[in-house]
């Protein structure tokens, strides 16, 4: 549901060693569990006339991007594209940043900005979610669930 938030430019700026925050992170994980067995029971609930509730494991995806960005393409894990500061994430992406402070090229950035991904991390997210396994997504893909109704 998350991502890793402590491993975003924002936090990592902050940071002495440039680590994902880990008390950060362990409550992102904490809740997206609680997130993952709510969807578990609406599922199960007879009240929705067999509805059926994904549950995206982004969390996951995200942190093996980080954890491995060259597999996925990325040779910049930690650094947003655009932003100032340490890891581009102490002052945000805004209209005055100079052209001459992005990156060159946002395709080999998991980060856009402080905050956000780069397009190529959603389009690998999106992916997950329509083609993804049951290490991605739970109970089954949107493309199974599109091709049963």
């Known amino acids: 549901m998350f991502t890793p938030l402590g491993c975003i430019p924002k936090v990592l700026s902050r940071s002495k060693d440039g680590q994902c925050a880990g008390q950060i992170n362990g409550l992102i994980e904490s809740f997206?569990?609680?997130?993952?067995?709510?969807?578990?029971?609406?599922?199960?609930?007879?009240?929705?006339?067999?509805?059926?509730?994904?549950?995206?494991?982004?969390?996951?995806?995200?942190?093996?991007?980080?954890?491995?960005?060259?597999?996925?393409?990325?040779?910049?894990?930690?650094?947003?594209?655009?932003?100032?500061?340490?890891?581009?994430?102490?002052?945000?992406?805004?209209?005055i940043i100079s052209p001459l402070e992005l990156c060159d090229n946002r395709e080999t950035h998991v980060f856009w900005d402080a905050y956000h991904p780069t397009h190529a991390v959603n389009r690998i997210l999106a992916d997950a979610i329509f083609r993804g396994d049951a290490t991605e997504i739970v109970p089954m893909n949107l493309n199974l669930l599109i091709s049963l109704s």
């Not at 997130?35 to 549950?55: C, E, I, K, Q, S």
């Not at 991007?65 to 805004?94: A, H, N, Q, R, V």
């Open 32 to 95: 997206n569990l609680e997130v993952l067995h709510l969807v578990d029971g609406l599922n199960r609930d007879p009240r929705f006339g067999g509805a059926t509730f994904l549950y995206a494991k982004i969390y996951e995806k995200v942190y093996d991007i980080l954890d491995k960005p060259g597999e996925y393409g990325f040779s910049e894990s930690k650094s947003g594209c655009c932003g100032l500061g340490k890891y581009k994430g102490m002052l945000t992406c805004l209209p």
